[in-house]
Nanobody, 125 residues
Framework: QVQLVESGGDLVQPGGSLRLSCAAS????????IGWFRQAPGEERKGLSC????????YYAASVKGRFTMSRDNAKNTIYLQMNSLKTEDTAVYYC??????????????????WGQGTQVTVSS
């Protein structure tokens, strides 16, 4: 059974940091690419970053490049999103998702077939 479970969301002050985790089961990270997305209240879900299963290359959306770092631990079958210099506009529910694309990943939602339940990140003073 394919499952993706996010954790690590919390309330943090502007300028602070958080690390989100995405624990995958039912498949392995060397076969499927993974993406991180977020959805703020009243807004559409947006892609943030993705990591290619074949190459390990990571792509970032402009809104998070330089502040967020995506990584994976194949031994733990877990993906991470290190978020630094957080801003109030980063407040959202964060999701990880699985994509069958192996070489070039995408941050478009329609490239993904399984999604986690999400974890809430709130950036506020």
């Amino acid at each position: 059974q394919v499952q993706l479970v996010e954790s690590g969301g919390d309330l943090v002050q502007p300028g602070g940091s958080l690390r989100l985790s995405c624990a995958a089961s039912g498949f392995t990270l060397d076969v499927y690419s993974i993406g991180w997305f977020r959805q703020a209240p009243g807004e559409e879900r947006k892609g943030l970053s993705c990591i290619s299963s074949r190459t390990g290359s990571v792509y970032y959306a402009a809104s998070v490049k330089g502040r967020f770092t995506m990584s994976r631990d194949n031994a733990k079958n877990t993906i991470y999103l290190q978020m630094n210099s957080l801003k109030t506009e980063d407040t959202a529910v964060y999701y990880c998702a699985r994509s069958p694309r192996r070489t070039i990943c995408s941050i478009e939602s329609d490239a993904y077939d399984y999604w986690g339940q999400g974890t809430q990140v709130t950036v506020s003073s």
